[in-house]
């Protein structure tokens, strides 16, 4: 997988460099690109959350996964087996 990316490309040319790379492939770019969005953009200060606020969000997310199935995409399951090897 190589993109030719520059640093002064527009978002709607690297969207359309991932678009023509696979499925598979697609994945782990987003998946690089947000780990170093995370790395880059989010201050480990602004992460941290009151307790009180946790135990909102710990109910908010037992009621979607009491509903919702919880279990990742065999696709993202793939891509995440394929990225493993790679790093």
Same mark, same amino acid.
């Given at each position: 997988? @190589?993109? $030719?990316?520059? !640093?002064?490309?527009?978002?709607? +040319? *690297?969207?359309?460099?991932? %678009?023509?790379?696979?499925?598979?492939?697609?994945?782990?770019?987003?998946?690089?690109? @947000?780990? $170093?969005?995370? !790395?880059?953009?989010?201050?480990? +200060? *602004?992460?941290?959350?009151? %307790?009180?606020?946790?135990?909102?969000?710990?109910?908010?997310?037992?009621?979607?996964?009491?509903?919702?199935?919880?279990?990742?995409?065999?696709?993202?399951?793939?891509?995440?087996?394929?990225?493993?090897?790679?790093?």
């Amino acid at each position: 997988m @190589v993109l $030719n990316m520059s !640093k002064s490309m527009t978002v709607s +040319e *690297i969207e359309h460099q991932i %678009k023509n790379l696979p499925q598979a492939d697609q994945i782990i770019m987003l998946e690089r690109i @947000v780990h $170093n969005l995370k !790395k880059t953009i989010v201050n480990p +200060e *602004i992460i941290r959350v009151p %307790k009180a606020e946790c135990k909102g969000l710990t109910e908010q997310l037992n009621r979607i996964y009491s509903d919702e199935e919880s279990q990742l995409d065999c696709h993202f399951i793939n891509a995440q087996i394929k990225s493993i090897d790679r790093d």
